[in-house]
């Protein structure tokens, strides 16, 4: 079983859309959890940390359920600029090892 | 802004060939990883190191080594390429992680492309 899941998608939705992604951990020993985002051709960089009691960032929200293992993105309001692919990161161990989903891409149209 | 820089974005090499991609990071960050992504199957952990002189191996060891004999640079080697080692390598570096501190985020340098033929 993989260490991290994730619907690959794609979802394309219109601007102003809310959409949500899921992500599901194998290990219930998992420590740190992040969602990064990809766009095409770029490296990875991180959108936002997901904590235990769920976390707002603008448009963002993410949350952690640890008894389901299972963490959320919510996307309100789309833009064309969050086209991307959106990946689920889990840490665990010392902190130090690093687990990724392979990524669920979103394409937002006009 | 912590900076990962890495030396080649695109390679075109010989099957065969030695293959030397480097990886500096200036922000004093103890570890240092490299991946490689494919369609499909997302990052996947080659080798990482926590300190000078240290590594690890990750999930997709063979057919790769690395060294790092300064704390900035962490350097991935393809003894002999071969086809199937056709990807996008990313290095990535972070400060030691600690419980719930959130501070071991990952930065990633901008990617190496490289091509077997």
């Known amino acids: 079983r993989k260490e991290v899941e994730q619907d690959p998608g794609p979802f394309n939705v219109p601007e102003g859309a809310t959409v949500a992604f899921n992500c599901t951990y194998s290990?219930?020993?998992?420590?740190?959890f992040f969602w990064y985002r990809q766009d095409c051709r770029k490296e990875p960089k991180l959108l936002m940390s997901?904590?235990?009691s769920g976390n707002e960032d603008g448009r963002f929200t993410a949350q952690l359920n640890r008894a389901s293992q299972y963490i959320s993105l919510l996307i309100r309001d789309s833009k064309l600029s969050d086209s991307a692919t959106y990946l689920c990161?889990?840490?665990?161990?010392?902190?130090?090892?690093?687990?990724f989903g392979t990524g669920t891409s979103l394409t937002v149209i006009p | 802004d912590v900076k990962v820089t890495q030396s080649s974005r695109y390679l075109v090499k010989r099957t065969g060939e030695k293959v030397f991609l480097e990886c500096v990071q200036d922000m004093d960050h103890e570890n240092m990883f490299w991946y490689r992504q494919d369609p499909g199957l997302g990052l996947r952990l080659i080798y990482f190191?926590?300190?000078?002189?240290?590594?690890e191996k990750g999930d997709i060891p063979e057919g790769y080594s690395v060294s790092r004999e300064k704390k900035e640079r962490f350097s991935l080697i393809l003894e002999s390429a071969s086809t199937n080692q056709t990807s996008m390598y990313l290095c990535?570096?972070?400060?030691?992680?600690?419980?719930?501190?959130?501070?071991?985020?990952?930065?990633f340098g901008a990617g190496s492309r490289l091509t077997v033929l």
């Open positions: 290990n219930s020993a998992s420590q740190s």
């Open positions: 997901v904590y235990s």
């Open positions: 190191s926590y300190d000078v002189k240290m590594k």
């Open positions: 990535a570096s972070s400060p030691p992680g600690t419980l719930l501190s959130g501070a071991n985020v990952l930065t």
């Open positions: 990161v889990v840490t665990r161990g010392t902190g130090n090892q690093f687990y």
